[in-house]
C-alpha cells in the first residue's frame, strides 16, 4: 500500500516567491495534518483537516501561511511571500483516528 | 498547553551498548507515543501506551508508562547503527492535537 506522498521532496526558493507543497493522504484516511520541524522549534503542528474542513489552523504562523483540501485525496500548503525563517521540513501526516498518524517523507524547503 | 521534556537531547554510543531515553511531562498524559524519525524521513509510529505502569516490548526496544502516566522511557538492549535517528514522544493535547516532544537523537556507532 501507499504510504502519505509529499511533493516536492526538495525545493530551493528565493524570498518573496510562491512555494506550493502537495500532499496525497493514504486512502480512507479522514485526517490530514501538515507539521512543520526545524532545529530550533522540533515539531510543530501548523493545522489539520478531519473530512477535508479544516478544524484547527491554530500553528499556521501568519497570514503568508495557507492550506487547502479540495478533496479527500489531496491537500496544499502555501506560502506567499516566503522568506529565509521558512526553511524547514514540512511534513504532511494522515490517520484514520487524530491519535496514530502515518508520516510522509517530508518537504526539505530552503527559502533563500 | 501539555509539553513533553525529552532527555538527553543527544547520545551517542557503541554499537552493543543500552541506553535508556526519557519523556516527561508535568501534566498527566492520556496516552503517549513513540515515534522514531530516520535521517530524511518522516517519524514511524513504535508505539501506543495507555495504562499507568503498562510496559510495552518490541522485539529489542521496551517502553515503559509510568504509574502517574506523567512519564514514559524507551530502553533499547544491545543497540545496532540502524537505531540511530531521532527518537520522539508526543500526547494528545486536550484538543486531541498531538503534542510533540523535541526528541532525543540518538546515534549508535559501529
Known amino acids: 500500500d501507499a504510504g502519505v506522498i509529499q511533493s516536492p521532496r526538495h525545493e530551493v526558493t528565493e524570498m518573496g516567491q510562491e512555494v506550493t507543497l502537495r500532499c496525497k493522504p493514504i486512502?480512507?484516511?479522514?485526517?490530514l495534518f501538515w507539521y512543520r520541524q526545524t532545529m530550533m522549534r522540533g515539531l510543530e503542528l501548523l493545522i489539520y483537516?478531519?473530512?477535508?474542513?479544516?478544524?484547527?489552523d491554530s500553528g499556521m504562523p501568519e497570514d503568508r501561511f495557507s492550506a487547502k483540501m479540495p478533496n479527500a485525496s489531496f491537500s496544499t500548503l502555501k506560502i506567499q511571500p516566503s522568506e529565509p525563517r521558512d526553511s524547514a521540513v514540512y511534513f504532511c501526516?494522515?490517520?484514520?483516528?487524530?491519535?496514530?498518524?502515518?508520516f510522509g517523507p517530508g518537504t526539505r524547503l530552503l527559502v533563500l | 498547553t501539555q509539553l513533553l521534556e525529552q532527555s538527553p537531547q543527544f547520545l551517542s554510543i557503541q554499537e552493543g551498548e543500552n541506553l535508556t531515553v526519557y519523556c516527561n511531562s508535568s501534566s498527566v498524559f492520556s496516552s503517549l507515543q513513540w515515534y522514531r524519525q530516520e535521517p530524511g524521513e518522516g517519524p514511524v509510529l513504535l508505539v501506543t501506551v495507555v495504562t499507568g505502569g503498562e510496559v510495552k516490548k518490541l522485539k529489542r526496544l521496551t517502553f515503559q508508562f509510568g504509574d502517574a502516566r506523567k512519564d514514559s522511557s524507551l530502553h533499547i538492549t544491545a543497540a545496532q547503527p540502524g537505531d540511530t535517528g531521532l527518537y520522539l514522544c508526543a500526547s494528545s493535547s486536550n484538543t486531541g492535537k498531538l503534542i510533540f516532544g523535541q526528541g532525543t537523537t540518538l546515534q549508535v556507532k559501529p
Open positions: 501526516a494522515s490517520s484514520l483516528t487524530e491519535k496514530t498518524q502515518y
Open positions: 486512502s480512507g484516511h479522514d485526517y
Open positions: 483537516f478531519n473530512n477535508n474542513v479544516p478544524i484547527d
